[in-house]
């Protein structure tokens, strides 16, 4: 049974960090790519980044390029966004996701003073 399992959310101020991690199990964690997704209130779902299954090439939202990093640990089954120089708009739920076809339940970020 595929599980994605988000952590690490939270409220920052304006400019602050956050690192966020998804916990992947019931599926060969290597052999994918992974993505992160967010929600914003009144919003639609939105590709954040990607990666590919060996993590040698990476993918952003205009909106977040330069401020947000995607990684991955296959030996950890584990991948993370580090996001940096946070802004209110990037207020949302993030969501992990295998191809679209299996989803996380999300954690919350929420940017404010």
């Known amino acids: 049974q595929v599980q994605l399992v988000e952590s690490g959310g939270g409220l920052v101020q304006p400019g602050g960090s956050l690192r966020l991690s998804c916990a992947a199990s019931?599926?060969?964690?290597?052999?994918?790519?992974m993505s992160w997704y967010r929600q914003a209130p009144g919003k639609e779902r939105e590709l954040v980044a990607q990666i590919t299954a060996a993590g040698g090439s990476t993918n952003y939202a205009d909106s977040v390029k330069g401020r947000f990093t995607i990684s991955r640990d296959n030996d950890k089954n584990t991948v993370y966004l580090q996001m940096n120089s946070l802004k209110p708009e990037d207020t949302a739920v993030y969501y992990c996701?295998?191809?679209?076809?299996?989803w996380g339940k999300g954690t919350l970020v929420t940017v404010s003073s």
């Open positions: 019931g599926f060969p964690f290597s052999s994918y790519s």
């Open positions: 996701s295998r191809q679209r076809r299996y």
